[in-house]
C-alpha cells in the first residue's frame, strides 16, 4: 500500500479495529483506533496494522491475559490494554 496517504491509512485501520470477527474485539479496539490511532508513530501504526491481521481469539487472549502476548506485540497490548481499562496509558 506504498500509495495510500496517511489519513486514508487512519480511516482504514480504524473501520477494520470497528469491523472485526467478535464484538469483544470491536469494543476493545474500536475505542482505541477513535482515540490513539493518530498519536502512534510509524513503527507502532505498522505494529497495529499487523495485529489487525490476527485472529480475534488470540488478540482477546492476549489481551485479556489468558495467554502470553507474543514479545513483538507486548507494547502494543499493553497500550491498548490501558486505553480499554482507563488506566494511564505507557
Known amino acids: 500500500m506504498g500509495t495510500e496517504t496517511h489519513e486514508h491509512r487512519l480511516k482504514r485501520m480504524q473501520m477494520r ?3 472485526r ?3 469483544e474485539m470491536d469494543l476493545i479496539l474500536g475505542p482505541f ?3 490513539r490511532l493518530g498519536d502512534l508513530d510509524a513503527g507502532d501504526l505498522d505494529l497495529y496494522d499487523r495485529l489487525l491481521e490476527e485472529n480475534d481469539h488470540d488478540i482477546y487472549q492476549w489481551m485479556s491475559g489468558q495467554r502470553p502476548t507474543p514479545d513483538e506485540y507486548v507494547a502494543l ?3 491498548v490494554v ?3 481499562s482507563g488506566r494511564a496509558a505507557p
Open 17 to 19: 479495529s470497528w469491523r
Open 21 to 23: 470477527g467478535t464484538k
Open 33 to 35: 483506533s477513535d482515540t
Open 77 to 79: 497490548v499493553d497500550k
Open 82 to 84: 490501558a486505553g480499554f
